[in-house]
């Protein structure tokens, strides 16, 4: 898909991304000892963005811990940030974190000192110490519902949206699903029939939960009715439709 993403202003910093990425997460693949298991909802965060693993009694990895010849064996744990709702390339963004596994209760305590974020537009190196201190967004937990429920129960609101955006992104537009929502904006995915992008749409000031989320996407929807731009994007569905 060309990457013509427009207006990514308001956006969380990389810290706070990475942290929502963790805190959203059902499963993720760990590397550890020349081992590679994925778990699927095995593993919980603490306050500092250290990853707790509940594995199996007879997993590698525990015994892997537990036998280093060294203390603490080095383990990557991976993350995919994949769109709840359906569209092309669904995989947002992904968390690569580097670091050292303990054992601590019978579980696998993981501490990273190395944080990857790759997203569209480039991989970033968050710094470890900025990682440990951020909050994932408040929204997180709560983005999959959101989005799955403005999608398929209020089609009509997202089409209202686009007389926001700049006519020239959506020029060729077969189709617009909302892609991610966060305490600072709302993001369009633009589809054409080969290509697309990314509309980021700004609220007025963050929300901090999911009832001034509401009221953001109701003024977003305000501002979407008084403006009297055309919509391309009808147009081109009905052309398509031919």
């Known amino acids: 898909m060309a990457d013509d993403t427009h207006g990514w202003t308001a956006a969380p910093g990389a810290a706070e991304r990475a942290r929502s990425v963790l805190a959203a997460a059902w499963s993720c693949a760990v590397t550890a000892e020349g081992t590679r298991e994925e778990?699927?909802?095995a593993h919980g965060v603490t306050d500092d963005g250290g990853v707790l693993?509940?594995?199996p009694e007879d997993s590698v990895l525990l015994a892997a811990a537990i036998c280093a010849p060294r203390g603490e064996p080095s383990a990557v744990l991976e993350f995919a940030d994949v769109a709840p709702v359906p569209v092309r390339d669904r995989v947002r963004a992904r968390l690569r974190l580097a670091g050292w596994l303990s054992v601590r209760d019978g579980h696998l305590a993981f501490r990273p000192t190395r944080v990857v974020l790759r997203q569209r537009s480039g991989a970033l190196v968050?710094?470890?110490g900025e990682f440990a201190a951020a909050a994932p967004d408040p929204l997180a937990a709560a983005e999959a519902r959101l989005l799955t429920h403005l999608a398929d129960c209020h089609a009509d609101a997202v089409e209202r949206l686009t007389r926001l955006v700049d006519p020239d992104s959506l020029h060729g537009a077969v189709r617009v699903r909302p892609l991610a929502v966060d305490r600072h904006g709302l993001t369009l995915r633009i589809e054409r029939v080969r290509s697309g992008g990314d509309?980021?749409?700004?609220?007025?000031?963050?929300?901090?939960?999911?009832s001034q989320l509401t009221e953001r996407i109701h003024a977003l929807l305000a501002q979407a009715s008084a403006a009297s731009c055309p919509r391309p994007l009808q147009r081109q569905r009905a052309d398509g439709d031919r």
Do not use: I, Y
């Open 199 to 210: 509309v980021r749409l700004p609220f007025h000031t963050p929300a901090d939960d999911v």
């Open 53 to 55: 693993l509940q594995v």
């Open 39 to 41: 778990l699927v909802g």
């Open 126 to 128: 968050v710094d470890a």
